[in-house]
């Protein structure tokens, strides 16, 4: 509404008129925090069955290690009756425990393999 003097009355900013309002703000937008998964090792356990060349090729094939870690882990699972593969997010720990498991049984092996919570 105009008064007879010419004022903008309507209570909105006309131009060059800030009424306190500088227009500039942050916008900010919060993010879910995501939870990391949980990680699981896989460990092999010692038999008095398995060759240990049979073992290093398992830890070389199906985990990725070069040859001298897989003697290391080779030997560790050996002397103490268990060894950490290593460390993973369930689904792969799953998988791989699969795998280890299937490989020797087709080559007629007892080697056992298990995982469990970090």
């Known amino acids: 509404m105009k008064d007879s003097g010419g004022n903008n009355d309507d209570g909105k900013n006309g131009p060059g008129n800030t ?5 500039t703000g942050i916008v900010t937008k919060t993010r879910p925090k995501t939870k990391k998964p949980s990680l699981y090792k896989v460990l092999l356990l010692n038999d008095d069955y398995t060759p240990m ?22 030997l560790h699972v050996h002397r103490h009756g268990v060894g950490i593969c290593g460390v993973y997010t369930f689904e792969v720990a799953e998988t791989k425990v699969a795998q ?15 995982m469990e919570k970090e």
């Open 53 to 74: 060349e049979f073992v290093v090729h398992i830890l070389e094939k199906i985990f990725g290690k070069n040859r001298e870690e897989a003697v290391d882990v080779m």
């Open 100 to 114: 280890v498991i299937e490989f020797s049984r087709r080559h007629q092996h007892p080697l056992q393999c298990t």
């Open 19 to 23: 009424g306190g309002n500088t227009g």
